[in-house]
């Protein structure tokens, strides 16, 4: 998660038919999750990709771009 998001929980998310609540939260540079709802069996770690790096890039800038 990026440093200036500390800690989300997401309440009622819907993958098909079940629901789930789940909050995540840094710790040091990882980020921890815990199922609060739902089956935590249902649920597995997956890499971003990077995808939070790019929520800072300003919308219409490409990267690379002066």
């Known amino acids: 998660m990026p440093d200036w998001l500390p800690d989300v929980t997401l309440t009622d998310l819907r993958l ?5 609540n789940i909050r995540f939260w840094r710790d040091g540079k990882s980020t921890i999750f815990k199922v609060l709802k739902g ?3 249902a649920v597995e770690r997956s890499s971003t990709c990077g995808c939070w790096a790019r929520l800072n890039e300003t919308p219409g800038k490409s990267r690379g771009a002066a």
């Open 39 to 41: 089956s935590p069996e």
């Open 16 to 20: 098909g038919r079940r629901r789930f």
